[in-house]
T-cell receptor
Framework: GQSLEQPSEVTAVEGAIVQINCTYQ??????LSWYQQHDGGAPTFLSY????GLEETGRFSSFLSRSDSYGYLLLQELQMKDSASYFC?????????????FGAGTQVVVTP | DAGVTQSPTHLIKTRGQQVTLRCSPK?????VSWYQQALGQGPQFIFQ???????QRGNFPDRFSGHQFPNYSSELNVNALLLGDSALYLC??????????????FGPGTRLTVL
């Protein structure tokens, strides 16, 4: 079957580092995306990995290992505004523009 | 530069009714994808429109249909509504030639409640 697994919730204090893991099993794989969604808001794009390795964008970094069907999102120097749900999503094919398969999401709770 | 807009923001219908949701993509985008997001779950892909045609479809019944207009805006239609259709419906736009980032820009969604 096709599935993406990620933890349901992570709690951390301001200034800490949080790693959200994502393992996937899909019929095809072209790349792994990460999206952030605040309560009542729209998902917003954070990062995309098509090749193995680490992509860094400010306080957020994303990693991919295609051989392990695994990726993670690293949130550094956590701020209260980072409290949100984070989704990993797989793009299954080179021609599958827009067709993303999402995980169930990880709720990150940042405490003072 | 306007982002993705959707209307209406909220909608209440009863079982068996039909509903039409609307989406205007971000300026410069030509591809619209629709997603259904149940409470506490990730978005589920419904279908994608490009050049006024349905290009890809997820595992949704034929009760779900759509349309894309020449100005790239799109509609999602759901017939014979079921209680299980209650969800947040998200529209996402992108450009076919955007490169490898595959970045989707999501609208705020339409919250559909079926009673």
């Amino acid at each position: 079957g096709q599935s993406l697994e990620q933890p349901s919730e992570v709690t951390a204090v301001e200034g800490a580092i949080v790693q959200i893991n994502c393992t996937y099993q899909t019929s095809g794989f072209y790349g792994l995306s990460w999206y952030q969604q605040h309560d009542g808001g729209a998902p917003t794009f954070l990062s995309y990995n098509a090749l193995d390795g680490l992509e860094e964008t400010g306080r957020f970094s994303s990693f991919l290992s295609r051989s392990d069907s695994y990726g993670y999102l690293l949130l550094q120097e956590l701020q209260m505004k980072d409290s949100a749900s984070y989704f990993c999503a797989v793009r299954e094919g080179g021609d599958s523009w827009g067709k993303l398969q999402f995980g169930a999401g990880t709720q990150v709770v940042v405490t003072p | 530069d306007a982002g993705v807009t959707q209307s209406p923001t909220h909608l209440i219908k009863t079982r068996g009714q039909q509903v039409t949701l609307r989406c205007s993509p971000k300026s410069g985008h030509d591809t619209v994808s629709w997603y259904q997001q149940a409470l506490g779950q990730g978005p589920q892909f419904i279908f994608q429109y490009y050049e006024e045609e349905e290009r890809q479809r997820g595992n949704f019944p034929d009760r779900f249909s759509g349309h894309q207009f020449p100005n790239y805006s799109s509609e999602l239609n759901v017939n014979a509504l079921l209680l299980g259709d209650s969800a947040l419906y998200l529209c996402a736009s992108s450009r076919q030639l955007a490169g490898e980032r595959n970045e989707q820009f999501f609208g705020p969604g339409t919250r559909l409640t079926v009673l």
